[in-house]
């Protein structure tokens, strides 16, 4: 189960990562927002960042209009690792080496057809373990110092 969300930003672009991920097969929890009427963009980003860490859902994706807001407001929330990426090869190494559960994403930055490859390069990734697994368990030591 994938988590998604959106403020009004990155709405549009929700709806077409909805109907990728449906065209996939796969199953997903849209956490809104649900129209482009003006919103605040950190509901969203905790709330898929909640659906993530709980294990309610494998992983998130967020989509605000850089990508930046979403992102930050998700990674206040512990056990959350989102990667704001704007290129296939960084969605990739987030999975592979960062063990990313979010992907972020900017709507105003990218256009539908590059996003959505993003969203198949962060989905197909997987951790790859090993001496990265270390580095993302240093994350976890950072977070229990606060
Ligand atoms: C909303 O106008 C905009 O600030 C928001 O979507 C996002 O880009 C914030 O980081």
Known sequence: MIAIGS???GYALKGEIIEHLKSRGLEYKDLGT????STDYPLYG???ARAVVSGECGLGIIICGTGIGISIA????????????G????AQMAREHNDANILA????????GLALKIVDAFLDARFQGG???HRVEMF???????
């Open 7 to 9: 403020d009004h930003g």
């Open 34 to 37: 649900d129209s482009e009427k």
């Open 46 to 48: 905790e709330a898929v």
């Open 74 to 85: 998700a990674n206040k929330v512990k056990g959350a690792r989102a990667a704001l990426c």
């Open 87 to 90: 290129d296939c090869y960084s």
């Open 105 to 112: 994403l900017g709507a105003r930055v990218l256009g539908t």
């Open 131 to 133: 001496h990265h697994t």
């Open 140 to 146: 976890k030591a950072i977070e229990a110092k606060d």
